[in-house]
C-alpha cells in the first residue's frame, strides 16, 4: 500500500502524456485538412474524449444510424460456437471477409 500514491501518480503522469500525443496529432491533422482545403484525412481521430482515440467513423448508410463508431468484427457461428473471423477498428469489406471465413471453414473442417 505504500506505494499506492507514487503508483497512481505515475498513471496520471502517464494519461497526461498519452492525452497530450492524441491532442498533438489531432492538431496535425487538422492543419493538414485546413492547408488541403480537405474534409478528410487517413486514420482521423474523431474524439479525445474516447478511451480509445483510435476509433473511426464507419459510415454505414442505415437509416438509423448511418455513421457508427467502434470496432468491427466479423464473427462465423459453427455447432454453436463463434470464432473471431476479422476484428478491425477502421472499415472491412464484409464480402471479402465472408470468401476467406468460407475457405477457413472448409480447410479446418475438411469439407468442400
Known amino acids: 500500500m505504500s506505494n499506492w500514491p507514487n503508483y497512481a501518480a505515475d498513471c496520471a503522469q502517464s494519461q497526461g502524456l498519452q492525452n497530450l500525443l492524441v491532442i498533438q496529432e489531432l492538431v496535425r491533422q487538422q492543419k493538414q485538412m485546413y492547408g488541403q482545403r480537405a474534409h478528410r484525412v487517413d486514420d482521423r481521430i474523431v474524439s479525445i474524449s474516447q478511451p ?50 468460407v475457405e477457413a471453414y472448409r480447410e479446418r473442417y475438411g469439407v468442400g
Open 52 to 101: 480509445q482515440p483510435h476509433v473511426r467513423p464507419i459510415v454505414r448508410g442505415k437509416a438509423k444510424a448511418p455513421v457508427e463508431f467502434g470496432a468491427k468484427i466479423a464473427v462465423s457461428m459453427v455447432d454453436g460456437d463463434a470464432r473471431v473471423e476479422q476484428l478491425q477498428w477502421d472499415n472491412f469489406n464484409e464480402a471479402l471477409t465472408l470468401q476467406e471465413a
